[in-house]
């Protein structure tokens, strides 16, 4: 696969690009491609809809394993996609339209739900990688509210 | 008061002060204090427990406007503080243990309750500034996972 950081492509669509691989990996349920979507060591944290934060590289992909077991299906449509570039580092805001079969306790997903996520992303010598996962319920029916930008 | 940027303390600890003054001027109800905890313009992300994401620094002044108008107390004490800096970006994670008492909808601040908060801080010549503020709901009774770093 051809990493379009690599292949010079603008940092908006090589930041959207691993964005695009974090929910790929998520719905396939491929525990290794979504450790590739993340940082490799060091800080990094993982909000859970509902959940406390998990700190460092190893509880987050801990926290996947156990996500993924609990998640027989899932697929996502994101809406409202927001990115922002500032150098080394790249946030992602979306909505994500959740289908889900879930069992036992609450996790990423849930049928019919909406979550709303920040992502953030830092770039290294292997490209972007994922720094911060925050997604949180939406329980306002209100739409989003932004600027006339 | 001197802006400890500017007197060139360590990065972490002057992240850690504009994280306070955030919580400072929420607690005070002071709409002008917050707007100078955020970034003064251009993409800022604000998303408060259960709302849908309020994008750009405009419609961010806005929400809290409505959300201190609806909030006569509130009270925040942090817990699972954890801050990493990446260049001229800074994230803090961390448990809001809130005390409140609200009217209307649900904004900030539950009584007794729980959130957990990513803010995502950017270093310009105005110093640290707010970019993205994302709070939600902790639903679930779990401490939060951390590896023993």
Chains 1, 2 share one sequence.
């Not at 974090?22 to 450790?35: H, Q, T």
């Not at 406390?52 to 449509?77: C, E, H, K, L």
């Not at 994101?78 to 500032?86: A, F, G, H, P, R």
């Not at 290294?124 to 949180?136: K, N, P």
Request: net charge negative; aromatic share 8%.
């Amino acid at each position: 696969m051809t990493d379009p950081v690599r292949a010079g492509a603008n940092p908006e669509r090589a930041v959207l690009s691993v964005n695009s691989r974090f929910y790929a990996a998520f719905e396939a349920g491929d525990l290794d491609a979504m450790e590739e979507v993340w940082v490799s060591r060091g800080h990094a944290v993982c909000i859970h809809p509902g959940w406390s934060p998990v700190v460092g590289v190893s509880a987050v992909r801990r926290s996947w394993a156990v996500v993924m077991a609990n998640t027989p299906y899932i697929q996502f449509i994101l809406t409202d996609v927001s990115v922002s570039v500032l150098g080394d580092v790249a946030s992602v805001t979306c909505t994500e339209n959740v289908l889900a079969a879930g069992e036992g306790s609450p996790t990423e997903g849930f049928a019919g739900g909406k979550a709303v996520t920040t992502n953030v992303f830092r770039r290294s010598t292997d490209g972007w990688r994922l720094w911060i996962h925050h997604a949180s319920p939406v329980l306002s029916g209100e739409e989003s509210d932004r600027d006339g930008e």
